[in-house]
């Protein structure tokens, strides 16, 4: 079974950074796409990232230049570093992992969804 866990999520200000991590479990990451994903409230799930196999990453116009995506094939993790935090950030952050490793940035492009880790960012 896999199981993808989130966590890094906090309320912090405008301005601060913070770190998501999401560790996987029952299936490796190395030769597969994995994406961070975001969902505010009232408002449809996002593509905020991702990151193939080969290590090509992939952002949203309005997280570019703030937003780092990283994995780590040994511990079979994925991170999402998050600077200049603004509230428009705000929302619950899922992490994603594609069986395909080719750059996916729609949600029903991905098989396994962890529960989620909210990010509050205050004005």
């Known amino acids: 079974q896999v199981q993808l866990v989130e966590s890094g999520g906090g309320l912090v200000q405008a301005g601060a950074s913070l770190r998501l991590s999401c560790a996987v479990s029952?299936?490796?990451?190395?030769?597969?796409?994995m994406g961070w994903f975001r969902q505010a409230p009232g408002k449809e799930r996002e593509f905020v990232a991702t990151?193939?196999?080969?290590?090509?990453?992939t952002y949203r116009d309005s997280v570019k230049g703030r937003f780092t995506i990283s994995r780590d094939d040994a511990k079979n993790e994925m991170s999402l570093q998050m600077n200049s935090l603004k509230p428009d950030d705000t929302g619950v952050y899922y992490c994603?992992?594609?069986?395909?490793?080719?750059?996916?940035?729609?949600?029903?492009?991905?098989?396994?969804w962890g529960q989620g880790t909210r990010v509050t960012v205050s004005s």
């Open positions: 994603a992992q594609r069986v395909l490793s080719t750059i996916a940035t729609s949600a029903y492009e991905y098989d396994y």
């Open positions: 029952g299936r490796t990451v190395r030769s597969d796409a």
């Open positions: 990151i193939t196999w080969t290590g090509r990453t």
